[in-house]
């Protein structure tokens, strides 16, 4: 696979991820508290984290100032993160087809699924539109988003593997895994979310339906817009649909909108 395609598809395998795990060295207080420093060794810590994502594909967390985890970051910020596919798409990962081993029911391997690894460091974000962005992937968040022991971080990548199958093992680097063309998104996400979920939601429907095969006819709604795709809720349900071709601005979403229900309206 050519190193741009396999560079894209670990993206979005990210930025579909609603969820992940966070490691991190656990702290000398954290030890002490414990009563385990006689182990004189680095501990990793590991916990589970929900997941948001910038414009460029950086990861956000909402860590409360309380956890073990954000204490530990307090001492050491570099840590690492792990995203597992969590809706099985065929076109970016084949199944592997076992012809030695057949099961009698329908089980999956989860050591089939991709996952990928990021090794960077996590610092303090102040930006409200990070925030919104974890909220409206979250709903549920807005409940304790603003207590004060609450605080969004952004992840900052220096690398990533991917493990996502035969001959799909892969070491990135930062800008492999990051998407530099985010003008205009920042200032019209917003806007253009809330006219696509108030005036186009036969557009939004036909999407998860038609593009998705998603069983829900209706009540869809886009939740976050970035430049390579977007994600849609319906209840419980979230799912990503990847643009047709990665955008250079934000001026270039109504076209592609147009262009994605002209191709679902055709199947």
Known sequence: MENKNINFISRQLMRSSTKGYLSTEFCK?????????????PIPFSSFIMTAFDYDGSPLLLLSELSEHTKNLKDNNIASLMFYEEVKNENFFPSFNNKRIRFEC???????????????????SSSINHKKR???????????????DMKMYKFNIIKGHLTGGF????????????????????KDELGVM????????????????????????????ITGIDPEGFDIRNGKNLNRLNFQKSLKNSKQLRKEFVLLHKKASSI
């Open 167 to 186: 001959a799909m093992v892969k070491w990135f680097e930062k800008d492999d895994l990051m998407y530099k063309n985010t003008n205009g998104f920042e």
């Open 106 to 124: 329908s089980y999956e391997d989860p050591m089939s699924r991709p996952r990928l690894t990021l090794l960077g460091n996590l610092e303090i």
């Open 29 to 41: 207080k954290n030890q002490e508290k414990v009563k385990i420093t006689h182990l004189k060794k």
């Open 134 to 148: 974890f909220i409206s992937r979250h709903p549920a968040s807005k409940l304790y988003a603003n207590f004060a």
């Open 194 to 221: 809330q006219h696509m979920n108030e005036e186009h939601q036969i557009s939004i429907n036909l999407y998860a339906n038609k593009l998705l095969n998603e069983e829900k006819k209706s009540n869809w709604s």
